[in-house]
């Protein structure tokens, strides 16, 4: 719900150049990149529920102090802690999904989950921007209170499973390969963070644009940038389940870096229409994201097991938080120094080289 909206509360709240929005966003990103890292090793060694539990709770109380701090330093302290137990959470997440699917449902399982996350962001998305327009502190104090009521709810309605204590001749029986070890899953995540690098921008560089170019108010750019979520909710879980199998991995991962190529594109026509164009583009970039990103969580849990999943895991949510630190910073950067055209052509390219590399990606291979 809120952290869409700090480019424009750093900016429109705090009367704080670009820069700054991009430091505070970028320091989220490096807070998630040890919490993504420590996330996946406590999952693997205390269990994914107490960690999503501890994660939530802690991450929701510090984001209902955020809303009471106006200083820009502590801010910045504060960017870090919340973004670390925030991210803390994602590989805990991400292995319960994996204990509890069936074999040969986690394309469909991830998707389900895609889902869930989705109606979530449509719906926190669009109330975010409403309460924004109103009180950008009133929005950090909801979300935090939302953090706060997950944890409660896992304690409550997630169920636990017994951990796996395995003989150390058991684990040599299993392959338990480190994600540094594994030449082709680095290759996966370096064109992960090129990617995600770029798909950070349309829900932190591209709030500010709508807001400062295209002169749109805080509620319409929230109820714009839900429209991604509730497609998602709708079509996202029919789609896979219709295309799952029926091509490889790689050319749906291919289709959806290229459609969201076109989605920055849109950017950069003539603002005749703003709002019909942010449509446009936002769905442009759904409908690339639900072909891409589904397939890239069934690599991950392809590549690992019950005894690395958590690391690994962790290693591909760091992606996501490296690209949190680089897309932001340097697309605020860009924008400020050299105009906002000339960051949207930036992206494209990077997309298109980034599509290609996918193309030359063995996403099957052993």
């Known amino acids: 719900m809120a952290v869409p909206f700090m480019g424009l509360y750093v900016t429109q709240s705090l009367h704080r150049p670009e820069s700054d929005a991009g430091i505070i ?20 060694v205390l269990g994914y529920r107490p960690v999503q539990i501890v994660a939530s709770l802690i991450g929701g109380l510090f984001f209902l102090l955020f809303a009471m701090v106006q200083d820009f330093t502590w801010l910045c302290v504060l960017a870090v802690v919340i973004s670390f137990f925030s991210e803390a959470f994602r590989p805990a997440n991400y292995a319960a999904i994996a204990s509890y699917a069936t074999a040969g449902t986690e394309t469909r399982s991830y998707s389900l989950n895609r889902l869930a996350t989705n109606i979530g962001w449509a719906v926190g998305v669009s109330m975010g921007g409403v309460i924004a327009s109103f009180n950008y502190e009133l929005l950090f104090i909801v979300d935090g209170g939302v953090s706060v009521l997950v944890a409660v709810a896992i304690f409550f309605l997630l169920p636990a499973k017994k951990l796996l204590h395995q003989t150390a001749q058991e684990k040599n029986e299993v392959n338990v390969r480190k994600p540094w070890q594994d030449t082709l899953y680095i290759k996966f995540l370096l064109l992960c963070v090129m990617f995600t690098t770029c798909a950070f921008l349309m829900f932190r560089v ?20 839900g429209i991604n979520g509730v497609v998602i909710a709708l079509v996202e879980m029919v789609m896979i389940t219709k295309i799952e199998n029926k091509r490889s991995p790689i050319f749906y991962i291919v289709v959806g870096v290229v459609i969201v190529c076109f989605s920055f594109g849109v950017l950069m026509l003539p603002k ?43 290693g591909y949510t760091l992606s996501w938080s490296v690209a949190q630190v680089i897309g932001p910073s340097s697309g605020f950067y860009i924008a400020e120094k050299f105009g ?3 960051l949207w052509i ?9 599509a290609y590399f996918f193309s030359k990606l063995k996403l099957t291979a052993s």
């Open 340 to 342: 906002y055209n000339t």
């Open 272 to 314: 005749i229409f703003p709002v019909a164009l942010a449509i446009i583009s936002i769905l442009l970039f759904t409908f690339g994201e639900m072909l891409s990103l589904p397939f890239f969580n069934t690599f991950v849990v392809k590549r690992s097991n019950e005894y690395n999943r958590g690391i690994y895991a962790a």
């Open 25 to 44: 966003i970028s320091l989220f990103g490096i807070g998630s990149i040890v919490g993504a890292a420590a996330g996946g090793k406590l999952t693997d």
């Open 206 to 225: 591209v709030p500010v644009f709508y807001k400062e170019v295209w002169h749109l108010n805080e509620a319409l750019i929230g109820v714009i940038l």
């Open 346 to 354: 930036a992206v494209t390219v990077l997309l298109v080289v980034c």
